[in-house]
């Protein structure tokens, strides 16, 4: 007599379907680590033509070397399966990729988030995230079945070093650390790692994968790619949906050491990148000169938003990325929906226990900065907040 499944509440009958309550149906189950997921919720709808200021974009768009190249799409470009020769080519030689490393591209950062944990993470296995941090690091970790330990940031959302320092190190004692992700600069924080501390945490620990996320690292002017090639457990991941401005067509790329992204390369879907995505990349890896404007741009408009804030007695966390989180205390969910009223989008961060009474506000143009001062100190107003 077969056995029954498991999980499934029904005995298993030999001669047909399992035998089940009359109008009752079987329903399929999960894994138990999908069944631990907290779902990612995407941005609401009806975000074209607001200031979009609340998931981090580049509100100046993407080159206009890409615009051109999309409107001159033929049909073979969307027939065709994805060719990423020339795409690779283009990233390789943008970041200066040393002899003995590699590259992975991925849809997305997320992808490659979820790649190095499939690949690497067994499931019990303990992966070392900072908090507060992106939430796909949790939710990708979680999915491949880790063991999550957490290294909470600073009350001032400084970065934890003598904090994770320990945390490793017991960590290393006990049964160790597969995977330390790593946000530099962290989101939602907009924090840098102190300097030379990742590759001294890989060297330190040869056995954990240790993943730099450098998704806004263009705005720090920091990054961890010239270790790579003396790291074999150090990968660094970029994204185009920031600098670059092709959040929409969802392109990213893992560098590391040739053998250990081979791994993730084997396991990878082989048309992981859509043909279009790949066709814009090159394109907009054709424009050096455009990113560092838009870079440059960002910066200054970082600094004066800032400096606008803190005149309307705000109080803002330092920040190296295109963000800046600021303190509005217990209005804080009522200030954001003002801003919405206004056509400013901004993301409450009250989620995250450091970060409750806060918002992050996403950087933009220097036009953009004054629109959302003007609409920061309206906001304000209209909840009796007395301006300095």
Sequence with gaps: MSAPIEGS??????????????????????????????????????????????????????????????????????????????????????????????????????????????????????????????????????????????????????????????????????????????????????????????????????????????AYAEFAGRSSIAALRRLPNLVVARTFSKAHGLAGLRAGVLLGDRATLSWVARMRSPYAVNAIALLALEAALQDDAYVTRCVEEVRAARDRLAEGLGRLGIFVYPSVANFLVARFGDDAVAIKEELRRRGVLVRDRGDQPLMRGTLRIGVGTGAQAETCLAAVAAALEARGRVLR
């Design 9 to 214: 509440g029904a005995p298993v009958r030999r001669d047909g379907p399992p035998s089940r309550a009359p109008g009752s149906a079987i329903r399929p189950e999960p894994t138990q680590e999908v069944a631990r997921l907290q779902p990612y919720t995407t941005p609401a709808a009806g975000r074209r033509g607001l200031l979009r200021l609340d998931f981090n974009e580049n509100l100046a768009g993407p080159s206009p070397h890409v615009i051109e190249r999309l409107r001159r799409l033929e049909a073979e470009d969307v027939a065709s399966y994805p060719d990423e020769t020339r795409a690779r080519a283009a990233v390789a030689s943008w970041f200066g990729l040393a002899d003995g490393c590699d590259l992975v591209l991925t849809s997305g950062v997320d992808e490659g988030i979820r790649l190095l944990c499939d690949c690497f993470v067994r499931p019990g296995e303990r992966v070392v995230l900072l908090e507060p941090g992106y939430a796909m690091y949790r939710f990708y970790a979680t999915l491949a079945g880790a063991t999550i330990v957490t290294v909470p940031y600073e009350p001032d959302l400084s970065f934890p070093e003598t904090a994770l320092l320990e945390r490793l190190s017991r960590e290393t004692a006990g049964a160790g650390c597969r995977l330390l992700i790593v946000g530099n600069p962290n989101n939602p924080t907009g924090t840098p790692a102190p300097e030379g501390l990742i590759e001294e945490l890989a060297a330190s620990y040869p056995a954990t994968i240790v993943l730099a996320d450098e």
